[in-house]
T-cell receptor
Framework: NAGVTQTPKFQVLKTGQSMTLQCAQD?????MSWYRQDPGMGLRLIHY???????DQGEVPNGYNVSRSTTEDFPLRLLSAAPSQTSVYFC??????????FGSGTRLTVV | GQSLEQPSEVTAVEGAIVQINCTYQ??????LSWYQQHDGGAPTFFSY????GLEETGRFSSFLSRSDSYGYLLLQELQMKDSASYFC????????????FGQGTTLQVKP
């Protein structure tokens, strides 16, 4: 049982490049979310999903796309990277209202 | 909209008791959660209150007053390893899994 797995752990992008942050969970959780964390800003919700085929926008969705074709996977796509997207990205999953399990994070730098 | 307010920093000594407050404004409310995050790590689920009152687990307690839109996390017999950031988070819908976080409180425990 690996929990929530995020890849890559570190990434450097040039402005304008696109990439996909991967997230997979093996706990059969219906709820999955993506957060970004910046110093002093806490965790801000980017997109979330209530199940395969269903996604919705969070607090800061601009510049990001998501899809949920399976219960296990919830990739986050950066369409055209900008320095403002330099952050630590966390994926999380949950099966109930109780608590989310977080991945170890992806540290992204856009230069 | 939704917003959560918590102090940015709290300092206490080993063995002491510390309380971290959280006030929230949300359009709906389905529970207040607390998450702990050590430096460089991922957030981990700490406690959850859906109903008014106190939930106790060992050295830690969490309290909720829905009428006051207020909760707190109480840490007793502080240990150095309790030094971390603590985030309150609100679920504003019963069936979306959407979880909004406060900006976090950094707790520093001194010898």
């Amino acid at each position: 049982n690996a929990g929530v797995t995020q890849t890559p752990k570190f990434q450097v992008l040039k402005t304008g490049q696109s990439m996909t942050l991967q997230c997979a969970q093996d706990m059969n959780h219906e709820y999955m979310s993506w957060y970004r964390q910046d110093p002093g800003m806490g965790l801000r919700l980017i997109h979330y999903s209530v199940g395969a085929g269903i996604t919705d926008q969070g607090e800061v969705p601009n510049g990001y796309n998501v899809s949920r074709s399976t219960t296990e996977d919830f990739p986050l796509r950066l369409l055209s990277a900008a320095p403002s997207q330099t952050s630590v990205y966390f994926c999380a999953s949950s099966y109930s209202n109780y608590g989310y399990t977080f991945g170890s994070g992806t540290r992204l730098t856009v230069v | 909209g939704q917003s959560l307010e918590q102090p940015s920093e709290v300092t206490a000594v080993e063995g002491a008791i510390v309380q971290i407050n959280c006030t929230y404004q949300t359009s709906g409310f389905y529970g207040l959660s607390w998450y702990q995050q050590h430096d460089g790590g991922a957030p981990t689920f700490f406690s959850y209150n859906a109903l008014d009152g106190l939930e106790e687990t060992g050295r830690f307690s969490s309290f909720l007053s829905r009428s006051d839109s207020y909760g707190y996390l109480l840490l007793q017999e502080l240990q150095m390893k309790d030094s971390a950031s603590y985030f309150c988070a609100v679920r504003s819908s019963s069936n979306t899994g959407k979880l909004i976080f406060g900006q976090g409180t950094t707790l520093q425990v001194k010898p």
